[in-house]
């Protein structure tokens, strides 16, 4: 059971636009800032948010983070194949002393 | 170009132990808290623990779940980081990686996953 809460899945056909909920609490999210990951099949993690809305180096502005409380939301604008992957939201946990991840959410381009 | 490449890991019965190895290369390691985060098959990511930089301390935290048998270390003058398994459970069975947190650029490097198997 995850501490954030991720839809499972979302899609969209090439170049519409896809949102990715996370929900989370005031002793995560409502506190600290959160990240957003990127794994493509048989990959590590790669890191496409940081601080709720900064791109890391390389990311295009296709990608974009927004936090309000205890929740935070990705979007993916002019969605490609190439974007296919499983999504997940990150924050450090303040009561558990740990960063959680959410749940994680697979995007399919139809 | 900034990298960590793990090692260590393979098949180990229940109950034996791990060290996993995490070498750096490509930017300041020393300046980073290292995170540990696990993925068995088909699931989420698992933060296990985090190793604050020296200027914190090199304070450590542990999930629940692994405290007390995991033990989290670092060495700065090797741009190593390590992460000691005891006690195992089949339960632990999944990829690790290594996780690298900067000031102002976020978790941005991580390592390539090592494949720890419990049975």
């Known amino acids: 059971q995850s501490v954030l809460t991720q839809p499972p899945s979302v899609s969209a056909a090439p170049g519409q636009k896809v949102t990715i909920s996370c929900s989370g609490s005031?002793?995560?999210?409502?506190?600290?800032?959160v990240s957003w990951y990127q794994q493509l099949p048989g990959t590590a993690p790669k890191l496409l948010i940081y601080?709720?809305?900064k791109r890391s180096s390389g990311i295009p502005d296709r990608f974009s983070g927004s936090k309000s409380g205890t929740s935070a939301t990705l979007g993916i604008t002019g969605l490609q194949t190439g974007d296919e992957a499983d999504y997940y939201c990150?924050?450090?946990?303040?009561?558990?002393?740990?960063?959680?991840f959410g749940s994680g959410t697979k995007v399919t381009v139809l | 170009e900034m990298q960590l490449v793990e090692s260590g890991g393979g098949l180990v019965q229940p109950g034996g132990s791990l060290q996993l190895s995490c070498a750096a290369s490509?930017?300041?390691?020393?300046?980073?808290?290292i995170h540990w985060v696990r993925q068995a098959s088909g699931k989420g990511l698992e933060s296990i623990g985090r190793?604050?930089?020296?200027?914190?301390?090199?304070?450590?935290t542990y999930v629940a779940s692994v405290k007390g048998r995991f033990t989290l270390s670092r060495d700065d003058s090797q741009n190593t980081a390590y992460l000691q398994m005891t006690s195992l459970k089949t339960e632990d069975t999944a990829v690790y990686y290594c996780?690298?947190?900067?000031?102002?650029?976020?978790?941005?490097?991580w390592g390539q996953g090592t494949t720890v198997t419990v049975s």
């Open positions: 996780a690298f947190y900067r000031a102002g650029y976020g978790m941005d490097v």
């Open positions: 490509g930017f300041i390691f020393s300046d980073s808290d």
């Open positions: 190793m604050t930089r020296k200027v914190h301390g090199y304070a450590t």
């Open positions: 005031t002793s995560n999210i409502g506190t600290y800032a």
């Open positions: 601080e709720n809305n």
């Open positions: 990150g924050a450090w946990d303040t009561s558990l002393s740990a960063e959680v």
